[in-house]
């Protein structure tokens, strides 16, 4: 089991909006859907785009440099780049889709934490 850290308060994060968190030295992204909260990673797997900064749709976070769409449930790739075929294959060769990472979340009166795993 890793380290419970406080990342935030319930009333900081509006139902449908994400933000950037700061937890052990890490850049968090954590997300409100549905009254459910969802930390990841903040930085796409692409070329390092801050999460936070781009679009989300339920949960699905959208990277603000080029597109690529991660699942904020499991991390995956629903959409590796947003350019058109050709080059969309491209990037593909050159940089293969990779998830992003998430954390478990665990809120407690109004306190929002999620579980740092220690370094392998």
């Given at each position: 089991?890793g380290?419970?850290?406080s990342?935030?308060?319930?009333?900081?994060?509006?139902?449908?909006?994400?933000k950037e968190?700061?937890?052990?030295?890490?850049?968090?992204?954590l997300?409100?859907?549905?009254?459910?909260?969802?930390?990841?990673d903040?930085?796409?797997?692409h070329?390092?785009?801050?999460?936070?900064?781009?679009?989300?749709?339920?949960?699905?976070?959208?990277?603000?440099?080029?597109?690529?769409?991660?699942?904020?449930?499991?991390?995956?790739?629903?959409?590796?780049l947003?350019?058109?075929g050709?080059?969309?294959?491209?990037?593909?060769m050159?940089k293969?889709?990779?998830?992003?990472?998430?954390?478990?979340?665990?809120?407690?009166d109004?306190?929002?934490?999620?579980?740092?795993q220690?370094?392998?």
């Amino acid at each position: 089991m890793g380290n419970l850290v406080s990342i935030g308060k319930m009333a900081e994060l509006e139902n449908g909006s994400m933000k950037e968190v700061v937890a052990e030295g890490r850049e968090i992204l954590l997300a409100r859907v549905e009254g459910k909260y969802y930390a990841t990673d903040n930085r796409c797997t692409h070329v390092g785009g801050k999460l936070s900064q781009g679009k989300l749709a339920g949960t699905v976070v959208t990277c603000p440099r080029h597109g690529s769409q991660f699942n904020l449930n499991d991390g995956q790739v629903v959409r590796w780049l947003n350019l058109p075929g050709p080059l969309s294959a491209i990037g593909r060769m050159i940089k293969p889709p990779q998830p992003i990472g998430t954390y478990a979340v665990k809120v407690e009166d109004d306190t929002i934490f999620i579980e740092i795993q220690p370094p392998a």
